[in-house]
Structures are given as C-alpha cells and as structure tokens.
C-alpha cells in the first residue's frame, strides 16, 4: 500500500512538472562586435544584440540557443532552415529575395560612419570623388551605398574579419579610414584613451533591421512574427537601443 503511494504521489508531480520550453534557434554572426555582442568562451553572454534576442525568445516563451557561425556561413544558414531567426538584419543584405512572411517588423536603426584615425582627414570626403582610397571593411559584409564606387575601384577594400579588427587596423595607421558602426566605433573609444580615440568623419549609411525568419522554422511562424511584434509594440526594443547609445 505504502508503495502505491509513493508511485502515486511520484507520477502527480511529474504530470505538475511544467514542460520544457520549445527551442528557439538564432543565427549569430561571430564577426559582431561590442555592444552588440560580447563573447565568453566563445558563445554570447551580453550585448544590445543578444539582449534583443533574449527578449524575443522570453515573449516566444521559447528557451533561446544561439548557432555561431561565420559571415558567409549565416544566410546559407538562414535559408537552409538550419535555425529559426536571424536578428539585426536587413533584407537588402540577403541575396535571395525574402518574402514580407519571413521579414518581422522594424526593429533597430544601425548607423555606418566613415571613422579616421589621430592626424587623418578632418573634412567629409566626396566620396565619389576619390581615386583608390583604401577603406577598411569587414570580410564578407556587402555595402549596398558604397558598392559602386569598390566596383570602379574609386574606394578599394581592406578587409579585416570583424569590426573590432576593422578598428585596430585604421588605429594601426595601415589603412587611412574605415567603414564601421557608429555604436561599434563608440564603443572602442571607450575602452582607449582620448588621444587614441578614432573619429567619425561622415555618416555613410542608415539601415533598418529586422529579424528575418529561416527558410523552416521548428517553431510556428506566426508565434515568431508574435513575438516579435510584441517585443516592438510593448517598448522593449526602444528601451534597449536607449539605453546603449
């Protein structure tokens, strides 16, 4: 009898345990840099991005896990279904065409600047106007406004493989300008004395981001694109970008 009891008080809490939460799949790029990311161990532990997905995955109800790939790797990814969101993307960044299902609402505004180093350009540049400048850039970003001018080799790449190295290199002296984000590049100076601090020159592009869907999702869609405008709708999004500015 006693043994029926404790069978039976046994399967009662089971059947009380909540259920595990669903996982929800992120896409990371590992050449994301701070404040968007930071890093321990190699997986995301902090930053304005990882908080923004943190928060998506709490209103999804889902238990986030984070995919870290490298740059060229992350839209194969996306399409192929192998997680269920990339977020702090643009669709005019993604080679396949997206349909309006798989774009969620506008989320973060990111800034791109021309930054020069101690002693570099101190005026806006035409940058039209220039004869093979080199320009620091991130391996394997592609830059929709400036693209013409790298194809007429009127600017020529310097690649580095995440902005933090873009960074180090203009801080170097071996390139005389780079293309980086404006939080990214704030972010540096604060970490360096002000005679080391890097300047912005001149905004080189505003871009809209979303979080895009994969091409198979293991959570429903419509929950994703729920969770998502709730993230939105409730201020969280604003919150956040506020409060790393």
Not at 64 to 82: D, E, F, I, S
Not at 85 to 109: F, I, N, Q, T, Y
């Amino acid at each position: 009898m006693a043994g029926l009891l404790v069978a039976g008080a046994w399967l009662a809490a089971v059947q009380a345990a909540p259920a595990e939460k669903p996982v929800l799949r992120f896409i990371v790029g590992e050449d994301w840099a701070p404040p968007y990311l930071e890093l321990r161990g190699g997986r995301p532990v902090g930053g304005l991005a990882f908080e923004l997905m943190e928060q998506v995955a709490r209103a999804a109800d889902a238990r986030p896990v984070y995919v870290m790939l490298p740059p060229k790797r992350t839209q194969p990814a996306l399409h192929a279904g192998q997680a269920d969101l990339m977020c702090m993307m643009a669709p005019k960044w993604v080679v396949e065409p997206l349909g309006s299902d798989r774009v969620g609402p506008p989320m973060v505004v990111l800034e791109d600047v021309l930054a020069v180093g101690r002693g570099g350009l101190t005026r806006p540049l035409d940058l039209a106007a220039q004869r093979g400048l080199r320009v620091g850039t991130v391996l394997g970003y592609h830059y929709q406004e400036l693209g013409p001018l790298f194809d007429a080799g009127q600017l020529v790449r310097d690649d580095a493989v995440t902005q933090q190295g873009v960074l180090e290199k203009l801080a170097r002296g071996r390139t005389p300008a780079a293309v980086v984000d404006r939080l990214v590049l704030a972010q540096y100076n604060r970490g360096h004395p002000p005679a080391e601090a890097l300047r912005p020159l001149q905004v080189v592009s505003q871009t809209v981001t979303h979080c895009l869907l994969g091409g198979t999702t293991q959570l429903p869609a419509a929950r994703l694109q729920q969770a998502l405008r709730a993230v939105v709708e409730r201020g969280d999004v604003a919150r956040l970008v506020q409060r790393y500015r």
